[in-house]
């Protein structure tokens, strides 16, 4: 798929549609989901954070993300650093470091009053994996989320049951075919933001398969 109006490129199965097709999404964000699976995946540019270290990214992303979803619980699967065999067609140079976490969160969905209602009732389980694209030299930290719930306390319809081993899978592909194509997405231009826009907007896809609107909050 062609991110950011063809400046990143990733693999990622047809079944994930282009969120910005329904919903404003931010310049800085790539976001697409799965509608029937309830999962989405999303790819974040952020400024670099001088202020964590390299070896401990992944991890300090993963915590933030945690806060942000008002997870009432944080479980550490597994973390480490991505090599050349991991993620081949970008460069591995000094000032480039690539990592990744996977986790599991207990996320309630609805407003953050009601996340942090302790008589709201469990949450749905969330097996999450982030890669973190750390280029210094552009002062950029990419982020590449992969959401994938696997228990739901309430389900809103049956959703298609993927293994966790099937979601570690494809978020490890997805991340063999990442490809940076036009480094001048990290200036965001007014050219680059409008071939951005105008991409999104020739982009077409077909109906949502609810009528209802996608849920991408886990």
Same mark, same amino acid.
Not at 121 to 139: E, L, S, Y
Not at 198 to 216: G, K, M, R, S, Y
């Given at each position: 798929?062609?991110?950011?109006?063809?400046?990143? =490129? $990733?693999? $990622?199965?047809?079944?994930?549609?282009? @969120?910005?097709?329904?919903?404003?999404?931010?310049?800085?964000?790539?976001?697409w989901a799965?509608?029937?699976?309830?999962?989405?995946?999303?790819?974040?540019?952020?400024?670099?954070?001088?202020?964590?270290?390299?070896?401990?990214?992944? =991890?300090?992303?993963?915590?933030? @993300?945690?806060?942000?979803?008002?997870?009432?619980r944080l479980?550490? =699967?597994?973390?480490?650093?991505?090599?050349?065999?991991?993620?081949p067609h970008?460069?591995?140079?000094?000032?480039?470091?690539?990592?990744?976490?996977?986790?599991?969160? #207990?996320?309630?969905?609805?407003?953050?009053?009601?996340?942090?209602?302790?008589?709201?009732?469990?949450?749905?389980?969330?097996?999450?994996? @982030?890669?973190?694209?750390?280029?210094?030299?552009?002062?950029?930290?990419?982020?590449?989320?992969?959401?994938?719930?696997?228990?739901?306390?309430?389900?809103?319809?049956?959703?298609?049951?993927?293994?966790?081993?099937?979601?570690?899978?494809?978020?490890?592909? $997805?991340?063999?075919?990442?490809?940076?194509?036009?480094?001048?997405?990290?200036? @965001?231009?007014? #050219?680059?933001?409008?071939?951005?826009?105008?991409?999104?907007?020739?982009?077409?896809?077909?109906? =949502?398969? #609810?009528?209802?609107?996608?849920?991408?909050?886990?």
């Amino acid at each position: 798929r062609k991110l950011y109006g063809g400046a990143l =490129l $990733m693999e $990622m199965h047809q079944r994930f549609l282009d @969120m910005s097709k329904y919903f404003e999404i931010k310049d800085t964000v790539e976001a697409w989901a799965d509608n029937l699976a309830d999962q989405s995946i999303s790819i974040e540019i952020l400024n670099y954070a001088h202020h964590v270290s390299d070896e401990g990214a992944a =991890l300090h992303y993963t915590q933030e @993300m945690a806060i942000d979803n008002c997870a009432r619980r944080l479980k550490i =699967l597994d973390e480490g650093v991505l090599l050349r065999k991991d993620i081949p067609h970008i460069p591995h140079k000094l000032g480039h470091f690539y990592s990744y976490c996977i986790c599991e969160q #207990e996320i309630v969905r609805g407003a953050r009053k009601l996340a942090a209602d302790p008589n709201a009732g469990p949450g749905n389980d969330v097996q999450i994996f @982030m890669a973190v694209i750390r280029w210094k030299h552009v002062q950029a930290d990419v982020l590449i989320t992969f959401n994938a719930p696997f228990h739901w306390h309430l389900k809103e319809r049956n959703y298609r049951d993927f293994s966790r081993e099937e979601n570690s899978r494809n978020f490890f592909h $997805m991340l063999k075919t990442f490809q940076i194509k036009d480094w001048g997405l990290f200036d @965001m231009s007014p #050219e680059t933001l409008a071939k951005i826009e105008q991409a999104h907007a020739n982009c077409t896809h077909t109906v =949502l398969p #609810e009528p209802d609107q996608p849920d991408i909050d886990a």
